[in-house]
């Protein structure tokens, strides 16, 4: 049971967008037990989609398809699959009836030609019905190889990969059970954790793989396995899982398919019924968007301020003046006011503070860039750490941001 | 001018991470002239790779390969370009000394032997320097077509684009000139746009080509073209933006190569001298960490409050608790205390405020889940506005911060 996926639209080969689709239909095909084999991004090119097209219907059994399905000139691939399929086009009633509710309900504009010609499919096609937008999905077999056309835009996918394309492929193949299983470790290089685990690494049985995703400051290990007694892949995993952790146990913070770092720490605080607030001046707000891109957040997080200039810091969160002029805006000392400060001001068990020069200029403060200092005050005292991040403004942001959240995982486990 | 990207690692393949490595490179590989023909991205897996490898020099100039180097047992890419260029593995003298000098200066730890082993590289190999890893690129010909091998941890990866791969490509190749420009459009749908601009459209001249791309409310227009004569290039697209500017001029807020919204905003501020403060709640962050992504925010961003319990809206924000008992905290009226108070709380001219439902539960508002209401407060007035953005938390969010983004541009260049 393999798959490809195939991205369709010049802007992604240009690098004009990120392609975010393709993780997510491989994250849910591997839900279901279809492995992809490859993913493959072409141009909206007619020869060059026929021949990814024929390339793939030899290699796998899925081939999900995705973008080119617009209402304007440059989206071909409706017209490419008909030329693949030898088929045309016929309107489709029931997706013509769906756009006209659309554009009744939402749109509130009138209907253009273009979007009637929305509704047109291909005759050997199962259309699939598109509840976000105009564009219908389509279920096409050639050769005992199903492709599968979605539209690009990543919402309309989703919808179309929930309500359509997953039931559809359940029903049709007989699947293998997938399972992985990510450690998450901060702290240490990959390589050490190598040397670490060798002998358990060379002791894993034959179907389970081990990966090393390491970035900034953490790595990911990934226990992976496959076949179709369920059971037996569970257990055989999590026996692995069970040796492992007493290796990597000063490192070792939790499980990824379960939660982020962010979501390990919500759970704790929830369990200990305590509340964070965050002051910061270099993450400019990114540490509380992480926290709320999580629902239930608001059980334990009171809120943030982003201190970013020089006044809000002395106005807002009251850090004295003198303070800053003896030690600099970026100092442990600094962050150690704005830590127990804003917790008093959200009145929150906990206070979590940056502060710091992210370059590219060195701004208010004489630090160089990179430095980040980083403080907890807790109920029972208040403590901070400085580091150097390296001169890249966006990497110094996230590598403070996931040492922020690192350091405040250490201290809420510690209390336990 | 034709390159591949191969991208390897099965993390890509189980979605377990969204390759963005490829759009970088794209994008680079664009703007000294090469276009890229294929992203594939394949498993660890050594007779898929030499698939890829072969399929790839068939069709391009040049391969750019990324991943699988790193110095545990899951990374092959090495060993299986040893196998496809019928070569052996070396130590590189001055890859050895890189490693060491890293180890020493940053990672503090015993060099282990899969260190030093990082050191081996093709015997027909350019190493390339990796100043941030030990990881070394490599550059290699066969039948006039270059493979590039390059580690797949981002910021390595962007060191040795730009240090070393773009010089060589750069030096190595004649290449066309490639221009992209791209019409940023907010409010209207790509099929009203498309009907309003179709005669200019029919008439584009050969080279230039026009693509779409719709998503969440605005949409990006990009023109693009390429040939050996730069200014003629230039000259044509200029004459086509020329034209097409004043039919979506209603719509049009900026080209995306120059700047995003967020910019476009930032650059405003500072012509006119004025500051900006924010009050999140349902956006939790992200707008701040939006606009402090790009330097220079300091300039005219004071600061914001992440305001997400009822308590901080009413404590630090001072919004009437009477007021959100009237009107529920999901209405226009509290957004406006809101954006009015932060502006007086940050001491700044304009005050932007959200506050809204993102869901999956309902909390403290009786709001329908996917109401977000935001509000402006300018030195002359404050003005707010209630939108519904679905069900999807993560879309809410981030239609609230884009449609946030359009209210104050408009707002702002109203002024001038």
């Not at 670490?196 to 793989?209: F, G, T, V």
């Not at 607030?277 to 993450?283: G, H, M, R, V, Y």
């Not at 850090?319 to 600094?334: D, G, Y």
């Not at 959200?346 to 208010?364: E, H, I, Q, R, V």
Request: charged share 20%.
């Amino acid at each position: 049971m393999k798959a490809e996926i195939i991205t369709i639209g010049d802007e992604i080969l240009i690098g004009q967008i990120i392609d975010t689709n393709s993780a997510y239909i491989a994250q849910e095909l591997n839900k279901i037990g279809v492995s992809v084999y490859q993913i493959t991004s072409v141009q909206d090119d007619k020869i060059h989609i026929l021949e990814a097209f024929q390339a793939a219907e030899k290699n796998v059994d899925i081939v999900v398809i995705t973008g080119g399905l617009g209402p304007t000139k440059d989206d071909i691939t409706k017209t490419t699959l008909a030329q693949y399929f030898e088929d045309t086009l016929v309107y489709d009633e029931a997706v013509l009836e769906n756009i006209k509710y659309l554009w009744k309900s939402f749109v509130k504009q009138p209907l253009l030609q273009v979007n009637i010609d929305q509704s047109l499919v291909l005759s050997k096609a199962i259309a699939l019905m598109n509840k976000s937008g105009s564009a219908p999905g389509m279920w096409l077999e050639k050769n005992n190889t199903v492709f599968i056309s979605l539209p690009g835009v990543p919402y309309e996918m989703k919808g179309l990969m929930n309500d359509e394309v997953l039931p559809r492929i359940s029903q049709k193949f007989k699947r293998p059970f997938i399972l992985h299983k990510t450690l998450l470790t901060y702290g240490i290089g990959e390589s050490i954790i190598a040397e670490r685990i060798k002998d358990w690494e060379s002791a894993l049985p034959e179907p389970i793989k081990l990966a090393y995703l390491p970035n900034l400051g953490r790595v990911r290990l990934r226990l992976s396995s496959k076949g179709f007694d369920k059971e037996a892949i569970i257990d055989g995993v999590n026996a692995q899982v069970t040796a492992l952790i007493p290796l990597i146990s000063d490192v070792f913070v939790g499980f990824e398919e379960q939660s982020s770092i962010e979501q390990i720490i919500g759970n704790q605080l929830t369990k200990l019924g305590r509340t964070l607030s965050i002051a910061e001046s270099c993450t400019g707000g990114k540490i509380a968007e992480n926290i709320t891109a999580h629902s239930g957040a608001s059980n334990y997080f009171k809120g943030g301020l982003v201190a970013y200039a020089m006044d809000s810091k002395i106005d807002i969160l009251k850090v004295n003046p003198e303070l800053i002029k003896a030690h600099s805006v970026v100092s442990n000392q600094v962050a150690e006011a704005m830590a127990e400060n804003v917790r008093q001001l959200f009145a929150s068990d906990y206070g979590l503070a940056t502060t710091g020069n992210a370059g590219p200029t060195k701004g208010d403060s004489e630090a160089e860039i990179g430095t980040v200092c980083i403080a907890i005050a807790t109920p029972s005292g208040v403590f901070s750490q400085q580091f150097n991040f390296g001169k890249q403004r966006l990497r110094v942001v996230q590598k403070a941001v996931t040492m922020a959240f690192t350091l405040f995982q250490k201290e809420i486990f510690k209390k336990c």
